[in-house]
């Protein structure tokens, strides 16, 4: 994302709390931190926060949600992914992670659904 979208999503996250109003100080930090979110990702995470937060979130919070859905839609991309391109002779990263007992902690830091995948290798 760039900075005028980071701007536009900052304009959403404002028009969505709008009795929290967000002071100018702080815009250029958050237009910072949205930067390395994808905008689609970052307008879903407005939303999500839109609709089960009853105060702006911070923007902690906002970037662990554009995190999030982003792993989510990746996730859901390598789901669609044809049998071919996943397990024609490759090792899938269930068996990976089997192989891999070191990186256990490392990915449950990625998000609940990799915390998951790691349980079911141990």
């Given at each position: ?10 304009g ?5 709390f709008p ?6 100080s702080s815009?250029?930090m958050?237009?910072?931190a949205?930067?390395?979110?994808d905008?689609?990702d970052?307008?879903n ?5 839109a ?8 923007l902690?919070?906002?970037v662990e949600?554009?995190e999030?859905?982003?792993r989510?839609r990746i996730?859901?991309e390598a ?9 024609f002779g490759?090792?899938?990263?269930g068996?990976?992670l089997?192989t ?15 915390a998951k ?6």
């Amino acid at each position: 994302m760039n900075k005028p979208q980071a701007k536009a999503v900052i304009g959403m996250l404002s028009a969505a709390f709008p009795r929290e109003p967000m002071p100018d100080s702080s815009l250029e930090m958050w237009s910072a931190a949205l930067l390395e979110c994808d905008m689609t990702d970052a307008k879903n995470a407005v939303e999500l926060a839109a609709l089960t937060m009853d105060r702006m979130p911070s923007l902690h919070q906002l970037v662990e949600f554009c995190e999030d859905i982003r792993r989510q839609r990746i996730q859901d991309e390598a789901k669609a992914l044809p049998e071919e391109h996943t397990s024609f002779g490759f090792m899938t990263f269930g068996e990976w992670l089997k192989t891999r007992p070191d990186m256990h902690d490392r990915v449950k830091r990625l998000g609940p659904v990799f915390a998951k995948l790691v349980q079911g290798a141990q």
